[in-house]
């Protein structure tokens, strides 16, 4: 049984449409742990490029390419971040599992797998800089992104001239309880049998351990209030919570869509992270006091280390009750914060 | 490698000695389910029985009959209660693993399993009860227990005369969240290969799954700013950070001292749980700001369900920084509310 379609969370609503996507090759990429390969971008670009009109969307973990899908409350026509005046470049993160290379690519009939190196945010925000110019936009007048995206964001300002960055639900590097969500999901997956070392075959892959690992996600996506208004004690069956059944439907739905591989490899990434120093540009920083995984002091850490810097920069704390979601589901305060931070 | 002795979590420094306990035989006790089975319930007692002095503690999920060692900042020579001044009793619920029925139990050299039937709050209450009149005490002078032993405590009050009933970080019913955060634990069990419907032999059981669920529980135990003060972004090898050794070797550590069913068993009980009604007591409800998973606002209801019965009732935030582990942990606050309440 699906649930309400309005009880969507991190992502969820994406519906990548492959006849949209295009694709950067990047010869010989250099990762960060002195490993070369050849690897691919997937983009989608909206609007039209008029020089200075170039804007990034960088996704958080289970994301992609998709801006205007995962993000369309705040990407889109009448948006915030409106096509009609900005040329909006998504790319699929190195590592991911949506039309970029990561675990899940194929070579010679078998799944890079384990053969991917250890990816980190460096790399990820290096393979969307050279991607970007790639395409041929060699400045950004905005490189926005939430959660994970947040990350690469700070990392692509510091890679390539940038006016603005905006920077939501997310953190300069993660505190321990966030590295504890991420690794409780890694060895959910990791000792499912068919991990075999992340070296699985593509037709069975370890489904089991990537839903209950997209379940522990979900735990951590929103808030205790907002898990209470949505489901309550409401059962769906005499015998079944909703919320039991949403979080089992969410883990399912997850094994369709994401490879359990590029899991592993991307919450690496992002717990291993710490940003050592702002590239110059204008910051704009913005966080949910419902948020628990992201708490507000790490977005008020990164306008402080900004400040330090000596660089521009705007904190908003945003009392929304949605949790981490906040940052998908809030179209109209981030909205009209960020319309007012662009002078639009 | 062994972590700080001092990073304990819910009832982990439990140390059950099997020499000390004992145990009752309830032929024919009947299940709310309609079934019937002859139960044994494992209890252990501390001071001398004077009539009006019997106090019953109540353990929470992982726990067990030694309350003098999971609750021994509360419960002992010296703490507010001492078995000096009260005869203090420990039992095993009903569907543990602790020398109590359960899924765990051999039968003719099989585990019950899934033939173990599908037991409520209610039963464990009630099996508690008769374990309690069988040692030879009619009357509580106080029942207490913390998480799901605050919901048991209710429970029992309602089934034998009390005096006093101690509810500490518990709750009238669960919320989503709680429900969630075990639902997730569930399947990651349910869903190790090895658990086998529940009918997995005892040397051979889903090490793995109780592992990751676990690990699960841990995250609910503490708050993120105790998550923060215990490990920070430390490092224990070069890229293993402290709190992803933390999770594993205390999920590990659980497979050697916990029963998978035992867990499934008891998280359904828990889930399904509503006190309609408190029974004729004075009652003490204590609770902490930083408890996510019992949020203050669950003892808070219950003050207010008494009030409305027209019953005695005091309710207590406490302000501690150890999110739900604040119930083991605390022995100060939580001591001299209690001595205050107790009159001693």
Chains 1, 2 share one sequence.
């Not at 492959?18 to 990429?29: G, N, Q, S």
């Not at 026509?77 to 409106?82: E, L, N, S, V």
């Not at 945003?318 to 949790?323: M, N, S």
Request: net charge negative.
């Amino acid at each position: 049984v699906e649930p309400d379609p309005a009880l969507f969370s991190e992502n969820e609503r994406t519906t990548p449409r492959a006849d949209e996507r295009r694709a950067v090759h990047l010869p010989d990429f250099a990762f960060s742990d002195g490993s070369t390969m050849d690897v691919t971008i997937a983009y989608e670009t909206w609007g039209t490029f008029r020089g200075d009109n170039a804007v990034l969307i960088c996704h958080a973990l289970s994301g992609d390419s998709h801006a205007i899908g995962w993000w369309d409350r705040l990407v889109g026509p009448g948006k915030a971040i409106d096509p009609a005046r900005w040329f909006v470049i998504g790319t699929n993160a190195l590592g991911g599992c949506q039309g970029s290379t990561g675990p899940a690519t194929v070579v010679a009939g078998r799944r890079l797998g384990s053969r991917f190196p250890a990816v980190t945010v460096e790399d990820i925000a290096l393979a969307m800089v050279q991607a970007v110019l790639e395409i041929g936009v060699e400045r950004l007048a905005l490189v926005a992104g939430g959660s994970m995206g947040g990350m690469v964001a700070l990392e692509v300002a510091r890679r390539m001239p940038t006016e603005r960055v905006w920077v939501t639900a997310s953190a300069r590097a993660h505190g321990a309880l966030q590295i504890g969500f991420n690794e409780a999901a890694r060895q959910a997956i990791v000792r499912d049998p068919k991990w075999r070392g992340g070296d699985y075959p593509a037709d069975d892959p370890p489904r089991h351990g990537l839903a209950v690992a997209r379940m522990i996600g979900h735990l951590s996506y929103l808030s205790e209030a907002s898990f209470e208004r949505k489901f309550g004690r409401r059962r769906r069956e005499s015998d079944v919570f909703e919320v039991e059944s949403y979080l089992n439907y969410q883990g399912e739905k997850f094994t369709n869509r994401f490879d359990a591989g590029s899991l592993v490899a991307l919450t690496r990434a992002i717990d291993a992270y710490e940003c050592a120093e702002l590239g110059p540009a204008r910051y704009l920083f913005t966080s949910f006091t419902s948020d628990t995984l992201y708490p507000s002091h790490q977005l008020e850490e990164l306008a402080r280390m900004a400040r330090g810097q000596g660089i521009d920069a705007e904190w908003h704390d945003i009392e929304l009750p949605f949790g981490h979601d906040s940052f998908l589901l809030d179209g109209d305060r981030q909205g009209e914060i960020v319309r007012r931070w662009l002078g639009c």
